[in-house]
Every structure is written in C-alpha cells, then in structure tokens.
C-alpha cells in the first residue's frame, strides 16, 4: 500500500487581492467573487520561483514524515512553469535539499500535474523500482500571464505543495485511478511561442500576447462541466463506492463554481470539498497539493478515509484517484 507520512506547502507572503486589481485592470471584486470564488492570491517575490517554492514544500513535507533529504530515493516534480526551458528543476531541487544522487524529472501534465505525478509515483513505487518519493506540485504562473489580460491573469497564483509517500506492506489502498486527454483542445489551454514550433528567435512578428498564457475559460469551463463529473463517476463505479462512502474530496481550485456543479452533479455534499481557492486563486500543479497539505494539517483527513483527488486543466489533460488515506 502506498502511504502518505507527511505533506508540506509554501505560498509566497505577497498578497495580490482583487481591490489591488481593480487598479491596473477593468475588472471589479464583485466580478472576480461571483464568477469565481477568488477574492486573493499569492505572488512570488522577485528572488523566488519554482524551485525555490518546491524546496520550501519539500522541506516541510520530509519534515512532517519525519525523514531526511538523504532517505528520499525518488523525486519527482510536477510544473508548467520550471525555473529554465532546459534543464528540468527536479535535479536542481534535489541538489538544494542534500538528496543522494537519485532519480529526479518534471513531469509537465499543466493544471492535472500533481494528478499525473501521483499515479507516476504510485507505479514507481507498487512496482517495487523505488521504496519512496518525494512528488512536489509547484507553479509560478504570475511569471507568465500578461497582467494587462482581464480573462486570464485575475485567475492565478503561486505556490507549492509537496507529499512524501513510501511503499508499505499491505493490500493496495489506491481504490481507483482515471486518467484522459483531448488534444483537441489543446489550443483552449497554452503559450503559442517559445517552444520548438514558435521558438522566440524564429520571428520578428510575434504578436506579444502569444508569449503569454493564454486561455480560452469559456471553452475550458465548458469541457470541465461536462468531462469532470463524468471522471468522477467513473473513479466511484471502479472504486465500486457510492458518493457517500468518500470522506474528502481535494479538487483542482479553477473556479468555485465548477466545484459546485460537481458536488450537485455528483451528490457530493459540498461540505466534503476542501476548498482554498478563495485565499490563492488556481495554483496550476500546486492546487491539489496545497489543499491536501491545508486539509492534514486542520486535521480534515485522517486514517483509512477514501479521499478523491481530481485535477484537470491543460492538454486538455483531467485525471483523479480515489485512495485510502
Ligand atoms: O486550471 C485550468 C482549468 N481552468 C478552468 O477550469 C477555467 C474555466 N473557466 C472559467 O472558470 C470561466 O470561464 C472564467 C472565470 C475564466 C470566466 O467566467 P465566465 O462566466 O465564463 O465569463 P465569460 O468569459 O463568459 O465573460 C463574461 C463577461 C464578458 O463580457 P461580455 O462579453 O458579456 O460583455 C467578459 O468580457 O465578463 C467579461 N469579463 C470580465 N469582466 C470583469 C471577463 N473577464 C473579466 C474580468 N472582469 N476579469
């Protein structure tokens, strides 16, 4: 079975509320509230980024298991937004925590990352390769939007979360996993230059925004309404439980209106959902995790709950696991 024996987060102090945005955009609070839960976010201070984030994380999360850098034989981190284009931060991060020379990568699955790394891991670990893992979900979107963009940049924030898990006897506690993509969608969801299509050398006619992420939240909403609920009904009937039987439901912080139309869809009572989104905005690969790590530490979650976990966003990419805490 595949423990979890400690969790840790990191947000930047700065605070960027939606009065601070009013100012430099047309948008108001109220706007921001009722569509979508938000009223604050954290931004990175300039000295700080995504490794520097998932450190901090990490640091608390082996601090909560109770072991040291030196133990962790597997590292993986999940982000859209790594300190360089090349090389990956994982290496980086495992060097600044003193970890021996081990396996260390991002995994890029954009908002489902923490989702994708947490089934990664798993099979890392139930295959016997690895004993344990140090998975850390971490972003740093402000770094990318284009704060003069209303549809996008009044969603967003930074931060980390990080779990340290370990193989240990026993029968498996992960109930069931799901995992889709649609490429059709991929342009909802994405920076148009800067990779190897549109490398920033190639043209001097780059439209500005297209170095920015862009999203199209009507389009995204819409595939989420209709393909997360549907996920989430699938992850119970291979659980072979009924809404009832989960005990906590750690869901991707995008909008809180998504979330309420799954708890309805689903019958999930509301009041099982985790919900921070109001303080931090979507932290991208760092949501699911930042809610875990803030459900632990109020003591939301305790042994043997059947705990869903569900993250979807860019590729289009969505997946969730239901597991036995
Ligand atoms: O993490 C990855 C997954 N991401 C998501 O799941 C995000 C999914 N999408 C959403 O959450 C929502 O679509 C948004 C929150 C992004 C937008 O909410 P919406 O209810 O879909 O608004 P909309 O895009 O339909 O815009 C409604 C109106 C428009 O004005 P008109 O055309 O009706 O006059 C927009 O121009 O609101 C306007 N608007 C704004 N007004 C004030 C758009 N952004 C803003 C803003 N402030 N920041």
Known sequence: MIKILGTGSYVPEKVLTNFDLEKTLDTSNEWIIKRTGIKERRIAAPEESTVSFSVNAAKKALAAAGVSAEDVDLLILTTSTADYQISSSAPIIA???????????????????????????????????????????????????????????????????????????????????????????????????????????????????????????????????????????????????????????????????????????CEIPIEKFFINIQKYGNTSSASVPLALDEAVREGKIKSGDKILMLGFGGGLSWGGIILEW
């Open 95 to 265: 060097n600044e925590l003193g970890c021996r020379k081990i396996p260390a990568f991002d995994l890029n699955a954009v908002c489902a990352g923490f989702v994708y790394g947490f089934g990664v891991a798993t099979g890392f670990l139930e295959s016997g390769m690895y004993k344990n893992c140090l998975l850390i979900g971490a972003d740093t979107y402000s770094r990318i939007l284009n704060w003069k963009n209303r549809n996008s940049c009044i969603l967003f924030g930074d931060g980390a979360g990080a779990v340290f898990m370990k193989k240990e006897e026993g029968a498996s506690n992960i109930l069931s996993y799901d995992y889709c993509s649609d490429g059709r969608g991929s342009a909802h969801i994405r920076i148009p230059a800067g990779g190897s299509k549109i490398p920033y050398h190639s043209s001097e006619n780059i439209a500005e925004d297209d170095l920015y992420f862009q999203m199209d939240g009507k389009k995204v909403y819409e595939f989420t309404i209709k393909e997360i609920p549907a996920c989430v009904e699938r992850l119970l009937e291979k659980a072979n439980i009924s809404s009832a039987d989960l005990d906590a439901v750690v869901f991707h912080q995008a909008n809180i209106r998504i979330i309420d139309t799954v708890a309805k869809d």
